[in-house]
């Protein structure tokens, strides 16, 4: 499956739910691996912080081995899918803004530039589950965050929201779930 970060917005800026298909195929993937029905809160987080994902590595990863920004609806953001598993594996984009600035400079114009674009896909996607604004907005920091820390070599930080995977058989909270620090 080939993903533009570009036609995601236009087509839910129109009010048409552009990654359902991608929630309906994980769920079932997902039900296949686990032998289990998946409840819909599972593909949902899963489908936005993986399309914000996708976003954040170009982003990052542009801006710590390149003189590149990149904004993901301006610089025209694509991505594929792993097939069974259905997770983003390859993010290309075309048109990044070139700077000079030094690294530092240029991963905040980079989070920046991401928080932008992340933040409308994050409040205006479409979940069949209550997502509130407060997951959303949390998942746009959390997936920024994580993907820094990955690429700097670090732990993954805390998060402020939730990918809901233990409501898989079996499956536990991640490490850095917020549901671990309220009990």
Known sequence: MSWSWRDIVEKQR?????????????????????AAAVPESMPSAFVLQWTLEAAAEAG?????????????????????LQPTQLYPVAVQFERPRVTTALLDDRL?????AYLVDALELALGYHSPVRLGEHTRRAMVDDVWAMTLARAQGQRPPERGSCCFIYVLPGVHECSGCPRLRRR
């Open 14 to 34: 129109a009010g048409i739910d552009a990654l359902q298909e991608w929630r309906t195929r994980l769920a079932v993937s997902t039900a296949r691996q686990y």
């Open 108 to 112: 905040e114009a980079a989070r920046a």
């Open 60 to 80: 990052v990863h542009a801006a710590r081995h390149h003189p590149w920004v990149v904004h993901p609806f301006e610089a025209v953001l694509g991505f594929e």
